[in-house]
Structure formats: structure tokens, C-alpha cells
């Protein structure tokens, strides 16, 4: 059976003596319970370490405690213990401890959970199907470093090999990085918080649609937020972006490569125009680049720091491609940004865990990441050619969707009389899971009215049945 914890005494000596004394702990004792400080049912320190913590001649603290037990103040418990009795625990009137408030905060941000129910046809979700994902292999790195090269200690930038391994592959795809530039992060979700900490101005331009969680993450952390329009159908419409550029914001957040929501690419002459719109108005660019090394052919897109260099931020992550789990991601900074970067990774994490960041340099090393990504993109190419058929076939006149050609969604447009939020409670009810999007929208730049569908997630069968069943719930809202 484990013991009470026992409570720390304060015995101050008497006036002037040097050595605390048993009428002193006795006084103390009677003080602390009278006041409501030690209420029945504490259990004193034991004899041994009361001597110990005072510098106590030996029998002092027995003696104290032997007249408070006669005192009826406290009982000795054979093998418990000494404990404050009930009789003495009535504080007096008024000097009860008040009771602190209820911390105000801020309603929920989010209300549920990210990895799809066991069993859901998930046709929202941008995880890739776990079924395709390395955790073999990467079990084996895990073993090896924990043998050979288990880290010891951290710092706030990240594992150094891992810092080196990302700066090489980012340099075989034409991007000028160096080691130093790297700081490593719990997902790239952690690299868009360290980067909106750390921004002065308090102004972020962003897609709308966009990735949910980074426009939350960024109204959570005090930024105003200015929608650029995308249209994934007709592309980027640039005079509106200028419109909102001209404003000045601090910063532009942007996904250029197969876009969360809406599966959209830019072109490479809109690459160049939000580049020239962002330099004519001093507004810094977050490159977001979680998709393009999801593209058929081991192809690279280019992206916003490959063509507008050094200055601006880029944003990448090993979490969906390699196991969510690891939750490793990056920022590629330029040199003058790195210090104050890592300082707010520091200040809310202090570091991250190395044993992990180990394990994907590991992987890495072993030329295991590049050959994982071959096989993962045909699967999804797969994956993908089998998603368009059925949508070919099954959905009903009016519904239309993007064609991405690589990524882990497209976008489904459905005509305007289909209430979303319904056709979502209805698809749950049947078990499969959409998100309506309207959190994925900025302010009231919203042009599309659809919703994105996932083809890396679920398996060629279960995807059709998915589809199949929200082409009904369609055709049912549209007749
Ligand atoms: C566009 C985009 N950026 C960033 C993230 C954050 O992902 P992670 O922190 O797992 O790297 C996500 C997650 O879905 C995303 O879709």
C-alpha cells in the first residue's frame, strides 16, 4: 500500500535562538492547524526526516510530536504515519482559502479530432492511406540509432544530420539551402506558429480557400486576416490579389503546389505575378510546399522559393508522406530570420524530441525516403485515375472537380441549391465523413461551393462506395 505523501513543515527557532526547539514545532504545528494550513487528514513529515530538515538534535522531533498526540492535535498511525486530527481542522470564520476562478479562455478552436474514425470511408482527410506508408522500414532505422546513435541531448534548431539531409535533397531540386537555414519542427503546423509569433506586423494575406488549421492557428494568434480568391477552376485571379496585396499585410501564406482545399496548382506565369505583386508591396512570402514532391515521375514543381530566392520562407514537412506519427516537418529561413525563429521554436518547446528527428535522418540516409516516394506515387497515380473514373461515371449533371494530377485531394463543386452542411449530417449518417469547407474560407472571398475529396486515404473499394453514396446524397439534394 503507498503511503500519504506527507506535507513540508516551516519551524522557525524562537527570537534570537540558533536551533529550533520541540516547544517551537509544537507551536508551529498548533499555528499552521488552527489557521486552516494543515487541514485534518495531513499527514506530518516523519520523525527521521523532520531531524534531517531541521538539523535536529536526536528525540526532539519524537518529543514535539509525542505532545501534540497528548494535545489531541495530532494521531500516530502504526506504520501510516502522524496525522493532523479532525477536531482541529475547522479553520476559523473568514479564514478559509477563497477559491480561484475558472481560467477565461477562448472558445474552442477546434472541436475534433484529425485521424479519421476505424472504419470511416474518410473522404476529407488529407492523411495518406497508413496501408501505403514505410513503418517497417522506418522501425528499422528506429532500431539501429537506438543501438548505435542514440541521441543524448537537443537543441532548439534540430538533429543536424537531419538539418544537413534536408538541405541536400532541397539543393538536388535547385533550392539554394544551407544547414544552418533548416530549423526543424513538430509538423509543419509548427513552423507557421513559430513564423506568426515571430512577425511584427500583424497582417496575414492567405488563399480562400485555405488550409483550415493555418488560417485558425493565425486568427488564434491575433493576425487580421485578407482572403486572396482561388478558383481552382479558373486559376488565380490576379487583379483581385493585387487589390488585397496593396494593403500591405505582412505576410503571404501561401500553398502553390496542389493547393489544401482545392487540389490547384498555380502556373508558372502566376508564380512569377504573385512573386512581382509581393515585392511591389513589401509583403513577405510563407511558402507552404507541402505537396510538390507528391507529383507522378519523381517530378518537382517549381515554387515560390525556388524562383523568388533566398527571402522567402519555405515550409515542408515528412508528416503525410512518411508517417504522421514521427510528426517532423521543417522552415528553411534566410540567415538574418534563423536566430529569432528558433527562439520562439525554444520558447514554447524548448526543443524537439531528437530520438525521432534521428530516426527520419536515418531513413534518409539509407536512400529509403526516395524510394518510398516512387512507390507511393503510383499507388496514388493509381489511386487517383480510379477516383476520376468514378466520378466520370457516377456523379450526376452540374457536379464538377478539379483534375490535380498528383497531391492527396481535388475539389468537388456541386451545384448552389445542394445545402452543404445537410449533405454533410447526411453523409455521416451513412457513414462517410466530408468536411463542408466553409472554415476552409477567409472573410467573405468565397467563390466555390464544394468540397475537397481525398483519393490518397481509402483503398480503390471502399473509395467507390464512398462516392457512390455521395453521388446519391447529390442526386437526392438536386431532385
Ligand atoms: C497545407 C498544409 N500545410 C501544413 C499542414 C500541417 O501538417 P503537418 O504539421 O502534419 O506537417 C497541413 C496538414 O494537413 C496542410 O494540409
Redesign the pocket.
Known amino acids: 500500500m503507498s503511503r500519504t505523501p506527507y506535507l513540508g513543515l516551516h519551524v522557525p527557532p524562537r527570537d534570537g535562538a540558533r536551533r529550533v526547539t520541540a516547544a517551537d514545532i509544537v507551536a508551529s504545528v498548533q499555528r499552521e492547524v488552527g489557521a486552516g494550513a494543515l487541514p485534518a487528514g495531513s499527514r506530518l513529515p516523519p520523525v527521521r526526516a523532520l531531524e534531517r530538515q531541521l538539523g535536529l538534535s536526536k528525540n526532539t522531533a519524537q518529543a514535539a510530536y509525542d505532545e501534540l498526540v497528548a494535545r489531541g492535535v495530532v494521531e500516530a498511525r502504526p506504520r501510516e504515519g502522524v496525522f493532523v486530527l479532525a477536531a482541529h481542522t475547522l479553520a476559523p470564520a473568514g479564514a478559509s482559502i477563497a477559491t480561484a476562478p475558472l481560467l477565461a479562455v477562448v472558445p474552442p478552436p477546434l472541436a475534433r479530432m ?1 485521424a479519421p474514425a476505424p472504419g470511416a470511408l474518410a473522404l476529407s482527410t ?2 495518406v492511406d497508413p496501408d501505403l506508408l514505410p513503418a517497417d522500414r522506418l522501425a528499422d532505422c528506429a532500431r539501429a540509432v537506438l543501438r548505435d546513435r542514440m541521441p543524448t541531448f537537443y537543441d532548439p534548431q534540430g538533429f543536424p544530420p537531419l538539418r544537413a539531409a534536408i538541405a541536400r535533397r532541397l539543393r538536388d531540386r535547385g533550392l539554394d539551402v544551407e544547414p544552418d537555414e533548416v530549423i526543424v ?8 506558429d513559430i513564423v506568426a509569433r515571430a512577425m511584427s506586423a500583424r497582417v496575414i494575406a492567405l488563399e480562400s480557400p ?2 483550415s ?2 488560417k485558425l492557428l493565425f486568427q488564434t494568434l491575433g493576425h487580421e486576416l485578407v482572403g486572396l480568391p482561388l478558383d481552382p477552376f479558373r486559376g488565380l485571379d490576379l487583379a483581385a490579389w493585387e487589390r488585397a496585396l496593396a494593403a500591405r499585410p505582412g505576410l503571404a501564406y501561401l ?1 502553390p503546389s496542389f ?3 482545392t487540389g490547384y496548382s498555380y502556373t508558372s506565369a502566376e508564380l512569377r505575378g504573385v512573386l512581382a505583386l509581393c515585392a511591389k508591396y513589401g509583403v513577405a512570402i510563407l511558402e ?1 510546399d ?2 510538390s514532391d507528391m507529383l507522378s515521375d519523381g517530378e518537382h514543381r517549381p515554387g515560390l522559393r525556388m524562383l523568388g530566392g533566398k527571402n522567402v520562407l519555405y ?6 508522406k512518411l508517417l ?1 506519427s514521427l ?3 521543417f522552415v528553411v529561413a534566410p540567415p538574418a530570420l534563423v536566430p529569432t525563429l528558433v527562439g520562439m521554436k525554444r520558447l514554447s518547446t524548448l526543443g524537439n524530441a531528437w530520438l525521432t528527428e534521428a530516426i527520419v535522418a536515418e531513413f534518409l540516409d539509407r536512400g529509403y525516403y526516395d524510394t518510398h516516394l516512387a512507390q507511393l506515387q503510383r499507388a496514388l497515380d493509381e489511386r487517383y485515375t480510379a477516383c476520376l473514373a468514378a466520378l466520370d461515371e457516377l456523379m450526376p449533371d452540374g457536379v464538377t472537380w478539379t483534375r490535380p494530377g498528383g497531391g492527396p485531394t481535388l475539389w468537388l463543386e456541386v451545384p448552389e441549391r445542394v445545402n452543404l452542411g445537410a449533405l454533410e449530417a447526411h453523409l455521416a449518417r451513412r457513414g462517410v465523413t466530408i468536411s463542408n469547407g466553409s472554415v476552409a474560407f477567409v472573410g467573405d472571398a468565397r467563390r466555390l461551393h464544394g468540397f475537397r475529396v481525398a483519393y490518397a486515404f481509402l483503398g480503390l473499394e471502399p473509395m467507390r462506395v464512398a462516392l457512390t453514396i455521395v453521388a446519391d446524397a447529390i442526386r437526392g439534394a438536386l431532385a
Open positions: 484529425d488529407v492523411f519542427t513538430t509538423g509543419s503546423q509548427q513552423s507557421l485555405v488550409y488549421y493555418a500553398i493547393q489544401n482545399p507552404d507541402w505537396g515550409v515542408n514537412s515528412f508528416t503525410k504522421p510528426r517532423i516537418g
